[in-house]
Antibody
């Protein structure tokens, strides 16, 4: 069974940093591209970032470019999102999601809540 | 940048009725990169339709997708109580773009 489990969320002050993790199991992690997607409270879904299987190709949404960094450790079956210079508007549930065929995302984690507030 | 516009914002229907949800792209997109998701409160999204018209594993056949170019449709032929939720379309390429969602609520 495919499982994606996010962790690392919490309360952080504006301007602060946080590192999210996503532990993958039930599939060969190194064979799949991965994404981060977020959802602000009561709002829709926002795609944030994509990373290729080897980690050599990375894309970001303009809203997080230069502040967030996606990475992965295939030996640990883990995906990461380093978030710096956090703003109030970064408050959201953050999901990791598995890419399928570079055409859509199929599996999602349960999400981890990040709250940016003073 | 591709923008996806979903309509209507809210659809009020009764169980057993047919639901028709629209997703319009600001420019033509390849059908291969158009997917639909269902999200219930407090849950992660679930993949329903990929490639504009292919049902994901385990999705009931009352869900169907169609369309091409700039206009795509998700149809739920007969609403079951568990289908009342928010639905999103996604265009996935070198970046991802979601529509703003359509809420299907009980009338």
């Amino acid at each position: 069974e495919v499982q994606l489990v996010e962790s690392g969320g919490g309360l952080v002050q504006p301007g602060g940093s946080l590192r999210l993790s996503c532990a993958a199991s039930g599939f060969t992690f190194s064979n799949y591209r991965m994404n981060w997607v977020r959802q602000a409270p009561g709002k829709g879904l926002e795609w944030l970032s994509y990373i290729s299987r080897s980690g050599t190709t990375i894309y970001y949404a303009d809203s997080v470019k230069g502040r967030f960094t996606i990475s992965r450790d295939n030996a640990k079956n883990s995906l990461y999102l380093q978030m710096n210079s956090l703003r109030d508007e970064d408050t959201a549930v953050y999901y990791c999601a598995r890419d399928r065929w570079e055409q859509h995302v199929d599996y999602w984690g349960q999400g981890t809540l990040v709250t940016v507030s003073s | 940048e591709i923008v996806l516009t979903q309509s209507p914002g809210t659809l009020s229907l009764s169980p057993g009725e047919r639901a028709t949800l629209s997703c319009r792209a600001s420019q033509s997109v390849a059908s291969s990169y158009l997917a639909w998701y269902q999200q219930k409160p407090g849950q992660a999204p679930r993949l329903l339709i990929y490639g504009a018209s292919s049902r994901a594993t385990g999705i009931p056949d009352r869900f169907s997708g169609s369309g091409s170019g700039t206009d795509f449709t998700l149809t739920i032929s007969r609403l079951e109580p568990e289908d009342f939720a928010v639905y999103y379309c996604l265009h996935y390429g070198t970046s991802g773009t979601f529509g703003q969602g359509t809420k299907v609520e009980i009338k």
